[in-house]
């Protein structure tokens, strides 16, 4: 595990985003510079990124796309299904399980928790809202590593606390507060307020 | 407005995070090290993040509150509140169109934006859904300067082209593309599948 965090999460962002590119690149080879203008980056920028997941492609030939693709894929843990549990059936927690992005990618949602009575028990978009009493035994007996964390602020770091509890060792956290988590557990927070506010600082008068 | 980009953006989205610390703070002063200690960095980020907005705080006393909190919101542009208009009536455009993250900070969503036959003139959570054509009018009436892409990948682009046009300045994009704007137009991105797909590298076995 330690290893896998030397790797700069700027570095880590910008290869999900070279996967894509390759997923849809048809020819059989890719140069740098073609990956690096979709990506946005330069060239440079790209080989030093995928120089730190090993040695690829050749000068004036580029890259085998698939050969490529299928060892980023590996390295990078996407090349086989993984499990997602989702906390919270509000507004935003009911998106995100019908998010086609996600199943396109090889996450598949196991299971939707939510602690309100009058959601507990009925259907969201196919999967049964089970309350939180639920979430250890679902979380083991699916080997989940992977949680969505879609609930009020206030509700958050229980949550939280709750999912790594159970096994959980990776977070992605809607809630706008900064959650505290051991060590071994990796948390990634959207806070889509945020965001607005940094393009407010941009646009304003 | 060159000025306002030597702030580099992960101290932006630091200062929005110390905003809401001020704002649930009760206490007439706050020190650096509580302001640090909520927002999960150490006082000395702190201390340099709002030295990029001017002098504050007085040693052994700490900040006032009050003062620091208009002071940051007036520099940032969130003093007053912001027209937003949302391109994109799927599922995750309504649940941000509800989201009551955004309303809460000042930001005011005026319109919504669907090219869907099926979906244009329904009303969505209050708002009449309305075609692309009327984009422009909209955005020009309200003096629109901010705009959310909640639309597929593949009309992404077509949709930031007509809103930059129609004199859109911030874009926050959920598309998993990358937008090319001109110099003047600033976009964030929130990639939700890519934000599970680094998480999934730190997890994986």
Do not use: W
């Not at 390759?22 to 890719?30: N, Y």
């Not at 990078?76 to 919270?88: H, K, P, R």
């Not at 959601?119 to 083991?140: C, N, P, Q, S, W």
């Not at 977070?171 to 060590?183: C, G, R, S, Y």
């Amino acid at each position: 595990m330690a290893e896998h965090k030397q790797i700069p999460d700027p570095t880590l962002l910008r290869m999900c985003r070279y996967l894509r590119i390759l997923e849809r690149h048809d020819d059989a080879t890719i140069s740098s510079a073609a990956i690096a203008e979709v990506a946005g980056v330069n060239a440079a920028q790209v080989r030093k990124d995928l120089s730190f997941f090993g040695e690829f492609g050749q000068p004036g030939v580029g890259y085998h796309t698939k050969e490529l693709l299928a060892s980023l894929k590996r390295m990078m843990g996407l090349d086989e299904e993984m499990e997602v549990v989702v906390v919270g059936a509000g507004a935003l927690g009911s998106a995100l399980i019908n998010y086609p992005g996600f199943d396109n990618r090889g996450f598949r949602i196991v299971a939707v928790f939510d602690n309100n009575p009058a959601k507990v028990g009925h259907r969201l978009r196919g999967y049964e809202i089970m309350a939180f009493d639920r979430l250890k035994d679902t979380i083991a007996e699916h080997n989940v590593s992977l949680a969505i964390i879609a609930v009020p602020r206030t509700a958050a770091q229980a949550v939280a606390d709750a999912l790594i509890e159970a096994g959980v060792k990776g977070i992605l956290n809607f809630a706008p507060v900064t959650l505290k988590v051991p060590d071994d557990v990796v948390v990634r927070s959207v806070d889509l307020t945020l965001q607005l506010e940094t393009l407010a600082y941009y646009v304003r008068d």
